[in-house]
């Protein structure tokens, strides 16, 4: 994995340390600590997979959210047409 975030001196680390883990967990990438200006430990998410799928759940969230804001409102549905008959004419629309 290669690290996205600059490095962070132990000092730091230490006082940020919930937000850089949360960072850490967000996007899937490990971040160094450095210890007298060298790598000394790196922090990475226990699951890379989890954050993948954070990410996925929250582009199907936007996407979701983009579709709602477009409906002006919902059709009004024909309750005399059964749903075989809805779907006999989209056969015969889509296979002749």
Not at 7 to 34: C, H, M, Q, Y
Not at 50 to 60: K, Q
Not at 75 to 85: A, L, N
Not at 88 to 95: A, G, I, L, T, W
């Amino acid at each position: 994995m290669e690290p996205v975030m600059a490095p962070v001196g132990v000092r730091d680390a230490k006082n940020r340390f919930s937000e850089l883990t949360l960072a850490v967990n967000e996007t899937g990438k490990p971040l160094i600590v450095l210890k007298n200006n060298k790598p000394w430990v790196t922090i990475q998410p226990a699951d890379s997979a989890l954050a993948r799928r954070r990410e996925r759940l929250e582009r199907f969230r936007e996407l979701t959210r983009q579709i709602e804001s477009e409906i002006v409102e919902e059709p009004v549905w024909d309750k005399s047409v059964s749903d075989r008959e809805l779907l006999n004419e989209e056969r015969v629309r889509r296979f002749g």
